[in-house]
Nanobody, 122 residues
Framework: QVQLVESGGGLVQAGGSLRLACVASRRTFVVAAMGWFRQAPGKEREFVAGITWGGGSAVYADSVKGRSTISRDRTKNTVWLQMTLLKPEDTALYYC???????????????WGQGTQVTVSS
């Protein structure tokens, strides 16, 4: 079992920045990749960004590409999502997820955190 704990969400004005963090309780062969997803009220959960623990390969959703950076620190079992130029449409509950391979859909991930709320005011 792997526990994931997110932090760093909050209320920010449009154009601002936030840095989300996700700490994993441990890393195993089942947790080769980490992802960030978000879900706004009434909408489906959508992929934001993902990264592999090993090589650090990263992938981004088009909606955040160029505005967000995902990174990881293997010594701290921590993944960050730095978001800049935030827009009101970025408002959502942001989830951290862990899985055996890098994917862009929820079924690719096995473990999930409880989420951290990001609210962007206009």
């Amino acid at each position: 079992q792997v526990q994931l704990v997110e932090s760093g969400g909050g209320l920010v004005q449009a154009g601002g920045s936030l840095r989300l963090a996700c700490v994993a309780s441990r890393r195993t062969f089942v947790v080769a990749a980490m992802g960030w997803f978000r879900q706004a009220p009434g909408k489906e959960r959508e992929f934001v960004a993902g990264i592999t623990w090993g090589g650090g390969s990263a992938v981004y959703a088009d909606s955040v590409k160029g505005r967000s950076t995902i990174s990881r620190d293997r010594t701290k079992n921590t993944v960050w999502l730095q978001m800049t130029l935030l827009k009101p449409e970025d408002t959502a509950l942001y989830y951290c997820a862990a899985g055996p391979q890098l994917g862009t859909t929820p079924p690719a991930y096995v473990y999930w955190g409880q989420g951290t709320q990001v609210t962007v005011s206009s």
